[in-house]
Structure formats: structure tokens, C-alpha cells
């Protein structure tokens, strides 16, 4: 496109350049043509007029010779009668006659003085001309001196004398070479002529076509003249154009930013309001969540002190009643328990202790709680089809968020339905779902027929605190904390739902190919567990003195010999003190130090002792890596849990998240 119209360019200028030059180059060809016709014809007419006067010339030399040749034959017919009849008059005009033929001689020789082809035969003609006129005279003398006799015979000889013969010859031979010289000058006139009325022809054709150049000239201005005028109406057209298209954009700019400028105030009024929107439902979040966990955390209460009190009452009595009124305070204590752990899990402030994970063992496991969980009403069945495929995750965690999906689906379902839950292996390609890179995945799906969820809910259900469940029925922090669980295991969530239909949950997580240390460690697993100790002296570095006295009789509860340590800067003495120490049970956040940090703090030949970490809450304080190569477990913890976390920290096994917690 653009090299057409470069093209065109280029064409439009040649033309242009053309109109302007053309008439220039035309004028000067035209005058320089008729210049050259100009000369050509005053030198054809020069060339004729010189080949007229040679003509001229010749017949005048013609001429004079046949004058010359007739007064010399008048002169002897006169010198005839003058010897006949010696009449001195007719001597007298033989006399002038032959005068006359003289000067007419003359006349011809002067008149061939340049004709080189009739010099010698003049010369040779005023030789027989004296010669003759000598013969004549002595006839004419003779006559005179009245020798009449002598005198005839002597004209009567030079009748016949060569002399005669001779000057008629050459007479003769000057008139023949001046008529051969007459007919090339004859032929010179006419080729002059010729030329003459050619240059004629010629200019009159040159002076057509120079009036049909003038015409094409004045077309030529005319054209130039009218594209001109054309052109200047064009560009004042454009020159006006622009000034309203100028006009209209400056109008239109003025209005878009009048509109911009609506466009921020209504954006900020928008923003304004909507921030008010967010801390309202922030604050309506918290309040429910408050309520919520209050309510929850009352009712807890309500069953732990009720049990405490009535185990109190029957402790004497009525031992065996007592210990059910304890096992029901003991229930409570576990569900306030989860409760906090909830809280924790939201906040994501509990480290992840994973683990090589079997999905389909780990969803047998939790058969029973399911069942137990959602009621007879639903028909649960499960798909086991993970095929040995392991999960690197948090196992409690990963209970814990299947059994808030069964939650949510008994809840859509209103206690009737049927829900499925399967494992699966998928191969994902890079970013098929999600952000997650290429590779194997185990897919645990948790499907059911409930009321299913409208485009907003569906949208907003990962959100902290979204629900829509009346007040201290839901917190609204179950999706929002599987969300957080599995983004934090490298994996992805989706949901499919439809409303009236159903549900379904689909959770991405990478497969785990064992290492050998694991596929080691998994076997023995079940003995390690049954491990039991001898009595081992245990430092317990714990801040706050009750739990400090807590874990010290749950500790001499176990058969072990604890010794405390109210902060961790008194470690390092203890320890030195009592060089039987075996292992160090030490809380995680404590004031001034973590326990992770005193850990490292030690002097080298104590740091090879066997740790245990107890840990509430993490916080930021702490890093997964600060627990790597220890044992760790949660709080609170039951006397069970506390037994395998010691056996497991005592036989060197570090199998984060083998520590169960306490439910
Ligand atoms: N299976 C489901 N079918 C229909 N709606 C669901 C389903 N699962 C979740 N929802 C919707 O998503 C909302 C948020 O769920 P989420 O689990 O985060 O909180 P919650 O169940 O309301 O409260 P919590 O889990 O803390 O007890 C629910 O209130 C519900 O409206
Ligand atoms: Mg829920």
C-alpha cells in the first residue's frame, strides 16, 4: 500500500516536473529549428542567387563572343568591299569594325578573368585575333597604297588562310565550354531552386507545428493553471476540515475529562463506600465469629466444669460415676480443643508437619468419624482409586478438611442425601488447574446432592467469615482454611456446583514418590509406636508455671523423672548440673528466647540430646524449618500423645506429625 502511494508520488512529481519544462524545451527547439530554417534558407537563397549570376555570367559571355565573332566577320566582309572598291570611308569603318571586335575581346577576356577553363582558350584567341588582325591590316595597307591586285590575292588567301579557321574554332571553343559551363550552372540554379521551396515547405510545416506547440502550451498553462486552482480549493477545504475536526476533538476531550472527572468522584464515593461495606462486614465477621466462638466455647466450658463438678461430688461415692462425669469434661476439653486449632488453622500460623500420606488408607481411617459425623439420613460411599499414590501433607489437617467438606455437604444436604468421596490420580499439564506446575496429582473429591450454591455464594465461599449459616452454626472459616491448608501443600481447589443439584469439591495435591528413608520409616512404624521407655530425666523448659506443673505430673504420670526450668536462659545450667538429663522437652514460644533458639544456643556437646517442642501457637516467630530433626507436639495433648511423642523423640524417629494432638 504504502510503495503505491510512494510510486504515485514519484508519477504525480514527474508529471509536474514535465508541465513546467515542456513548454521551455519545446520554445527552445522550435526557436533553434527555425533559426536553423532561417539560415538554411537566406543560403539556398544565396547559393540560387549566386548560380542565377554565374548563369548571368555565361550567357553574357555567350553573348560577347558571338558579338566579337560577328563584328570580326563584319570586319572582313567590310574589308572585302573596302579592297573591291577602295572607298577610304569603307577602310575607315573596317578600321573602327575591327576596333569594336578588339574591345569586344577585351570585354570577353575581362568578363573571364575568374572562369580558370577559359583562360587559355581566350589567351589562345587574342593570339589568332592579332595574327588576324595583322593579316588584315597589311591587306588594308596594301589597299590603301593602291596595290588593289596585290592586295586580293592577298585577301583572297587569307580567305583561305588557317588563321580564320582557327580564330572561328576557337571562338566556337569558347562558346561550347561556356554552354557546358551553362548547363551545370542551368542544373545548380534548379537543384537552388529545389532546395529553395523545400525550405519553403518546410517552414511552413515548422511554423504549423509551432502554432500546434502554442496551442499545446496554452493547454499545457491552462491544465497547470486549473490543477493549481483545484489543489489551492483542496487545501483550503482541508485547512478547514481539520479546523473542525480540531474543534469536535477539543469538544470531545472536554467532555471525556468532565466524564473522567465524574468517573473519579463517583470511583472515590465507590472506593468510600465500599471500604465502609468491607469494615462493616469485617466487623459483623468478627462479631459472629466472637459470638460464634464464645457460645461454642461456653458450651464447652458448660460440659467441662459440669463433669469436673460432679466427678468432684461423686469422686467418693460413686468412683465409676465420677469417671464418666470426667470422660464428659474430658470430651468438652478435646472440642475446645479442635476449636483453637481451627482458629490456628485460619491464620496459618500452625506449621504444617507433613508427611507421605497413603489418601486411601487415610480416608478408611476416617470412615467411622464420617458416619458419626453426618448421621444415618446420608447414604456415604467412597472410591478408593488413589492406587497407592502418596500426598505429602498434614495428615491431621487433611482429616480435619475432609471432615469440614462432610460437614458443609451434611449441612447443604439438611441431614438426607447421599455424598461421595473418592481418590483419584490425574496428570496435570502446567497451569490446567490453577497455578499448578506439570506433573502427577492424587485428586480427592467430595461430592454430594444438597442445595448447591448461587454464582455469589459460590464466589465468595474461600472468603474468611463468609457463611451463610444463621450465627453459631458457622464460623464461615472451613473452605477459607482448606483453601489456606492445600495452597500451602502445593495443591489447588476447585469447586463445581449447580443450585438444587449439587456440589462437588475437587482438591489437587502433588503426588509423593517415597524416599527410601520414608518407605524405610513406614514399615517399623506400627512397632515404634508400642516403643516403651525406660524412665528417662526430662528438662522441661515451659514460662508459664501451671502448664510448667501440668507437663511435670503428666510427666512423672508417665513413669519419667522431669525437672523444671521456668526460663529458657536457665537451661544451659540445668543441663550442666545434671549431666543425666535425656531429653529436653522445651515450649516453643517463651519471653526473651524460642525454644528453637536456646536449642541452638547450647553449648555444642548438649545440642546431640533428644528435643521435644510443645507448641500452642507458632506465630510468626517460628519457622517449619526450626523444628526440622525434632520432635514436635501439639497443645494440648493428651497423656497418650505425650507418651508416643517421647518414645518417638527417644528413638531418634523425627516423624513430624506422628505427635497425635489431642482431639
Ligand atoms: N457442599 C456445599 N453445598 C452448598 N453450599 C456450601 C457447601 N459448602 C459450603 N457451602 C457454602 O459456603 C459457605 C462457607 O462455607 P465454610 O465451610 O467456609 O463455612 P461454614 O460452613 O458456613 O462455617 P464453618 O465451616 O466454619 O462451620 C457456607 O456457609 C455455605 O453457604
Ligand atoms: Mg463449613
Known amino acids: 500500500m504504502a510503495e503505491r502511494e510512494v510510486i504515485d508520488e514519484q508519477d504525480r512529481g514527474w508529471r509536474a516536473a514535465a508541465r513546467r519544462y515542456m513548454p521551455l524545451v519545446l520554445g527552445i527547439l522550435l526557436i533553434g529549428s527555425l533559426g536553423a530554417l532561417l539560415y538554411s534558407a537566406s543560403s539556398a537563397s544565396r547559393d540560387h542567387q549566386r548560380a542565377l549570376a554565374e548563369q548571368q555570367r555565361s550567357w553574357e559571355i555567350m553573348a560577347l563572343a558571338r558579338a566579337f565573332e560577328a563584328k570580326t566577320a563584319r570586319a572582313e566582309v567590310t574589308l572585302a568591299r573596302y ?393 464461615g472459616l472451613g473452605l477459607s482454611q482448606i483453601f489456606g491448608f492445600v495452597r500451602q501443600s502445593q495443591g489447588e481447589i476447585r469447586i463445581e456446583s449447580e443450585l438444587g443439584t449439587g456440589t462437588s469439591v475437587h482438591i489437587y495435591l502433588p503426588r509423593r514418590i517415597l524416599t527410601e528413608q520414608e518407605a524405610a520409616a513406614e514399615a517399623p512404624a506400627s512397632e515404634q509406636l508400642h516403643t516403651l521407655h525406660p524412665p528417662t530425666r526430662i528438662l522441661v523448659v515451659e514460662d508459664d508455671p501451671r502448664v510448667l506443673n501440668q507437663t511435670m505430673a503428666a510427666l512423672a504420670e508417665l513413669g519419667h523423672l522431669p525437672i523444671a526450668c521456668d526460663h529458657p536462659s536457665k537451661a544451659a545450667k540445668l543441663l550442666s548440673n545434671n549431666a543425666d538429663i535425656g531429653l529436653i522437652m522445651s515450649d516453643v514460644l517463651m519471653p526473651d528466647m524460642t525454644g528453637p533458639e536456646m536449642i541452638r544456643t547450647l553449648p555444642a556437646h548438649m545440642r546431640h540430646l533428644p528435643v521435644l517442642f510443645v507448641t500452642g501457637f507458632t506465630g510468626d516467630a517460628t519457622d517449619s524449618d526450626d523444628f526440622r530433626g525434632h520432635e514436635v507436639l501439639r497443645k494440648p495433648y493428651t497423656l497418650n500423645a505425650l507418651g508416643l511423642a517421647l518414645s518417638n523423640a527417644l528413638s531418634g524417629s523425627n516423624h513430624p506429625g506422628t505427635a497425635a494432638a489431642a482431639e
Not at 170 to 197: F, K, P, Y
Not at 232 to 238: D, G, I, T, V
Not at 383 to 399: L, N, P, T
Open 83 to 475: 579592297v573591291i572598291s577602295l572607298d577610304p570611308d569603307t577602310g575607315r569603318l573596317f578600321q573602327d569594325q575591327w576596333r569594336t571586335a578588339a574591345s569586344q575581346l577585351k570585354s570577353l577576356t575581362y568578363a573571364t578573368r575568374k572562369s580558370d577553363w577559359q583562360r587559355g582558350n581566350v589567351r589562345a584567341l587574342q593570339a589568332a585575333f592579332e595574327q588576324r588582325g595583322k593579316t588584315l591590316s597589311e591587306i588594308g595597307l596594301r589597299t590603301t597604297y593602291d596595290q588593289k591586285m596585290g592586295a586580293l590575292a592577298q585577301f583572297h588567301q587569307a580567305g583561305r588562310s588557317q588563321d580564320i579557321k582557327r580564330l572561328t574554332a576557337l571562338i566556337d571553343l569558347v562558346i561550347q565550354a561556356e554552354n557546358a559551363r551553362l548547363r551545370e550552372r542551368s542544373l545548380a540554379v534548379s537543384l537552388a531552386g529545389d532546395r529553395t521551396e523545400l525550405v519553403g515547405k518546410t517552414s511552413r510545416m515548422v511554423g504549423l507545428a509551432l502554432l500546434v506547440c502554442v496551442l499545446f502550451a496554452l493547454w499545457l498553462v491552462n491544465a497547470a493553471y486549473t490543477e493549481r486552482r483545484n489543489a489551492r480549493r483542496m487545501a483550503e477545504m482541508e485547512a478547514e476540515r481539520a479546523d473542525r475536526l480540531e474543534e469536535a476533538v477539543s469538544a470531545r476531550t472536554s467532555e471525556l475529562s468532565d466524564a473522567y472527572e465524574q468517573l473519579k468522584r463517583e470511583s472515590a464515593e465507590r472506593a468510600a463506600a465500599e471500604d465502609n461495606l468491607r469494615q462493616m462486614q469485617k466487623m459483623d465477621a468478627v462479631g459472629q465469629l466472637t459470638g460464634g466462638i464464645a457460645h461454642d466455647f461456653n458450651n464447652m466450658l458448660a460440659v467441662v466444669v459440669g463433669g469436673l463438678e460432679l466427678a468432684k461430688r461423686k469422686l467418693r461415692l460413686k468412683p465409676a460415676e465420677a469417671g464418666h462425669h470426667l470422660d464428659n469434661a474430658m470430651e468438652g476439653a478435646n472440642r475446645a480443643a479442635a476449636l483453637t486449632r481451627r482458629l490456628l488453622a485460619f491464620a496459618r500460623s500452625e506449621p504444617l508437619l507433613p508427611n507421605a500420606v497413603d489418601p486411601d488408607s487415610l480416608l478408611r481411617g476416617m470412615a467411622d468419624l464420617v458416619d458419626r459425623t453426618i448421621g444415618d439420613q446420608i447414604i456415604v460411599s467412597f472410591a478408593h482409586k488413589a492406587s497407592g499414590w502418596r500426598i505429602f501433607v498434614d495428615q491431621h489437617q487433611m482429616e480435619n478438611a475432609l471432615l469440614n467438606l462432610c460437614v458443609n455437604a451434611r449441612d447443604a444436604m439438611e441431614g438426607r442425601g447421599k455424598l461421595t468421596i473418592s481418590t483419584g490420580q490425574a496428570q496435570l499439564a502446567a497451569n490446567q488447574i490453577g497455578e499448578c506446575p506439570a506433573g502427577d496429582y492424587v485428586t480427592v473429591c467430595v461430592t454430594d446432592n444438597g442445595c448447591g450454591m448461587t454464582a455469589e455464594v459460590a464466589a465468595r465461599v474461600f472468603e474468611p467469615f463468609f457463611t451463610t449459616k444463621p450465627v453459631g452454626k458457622g464460623t
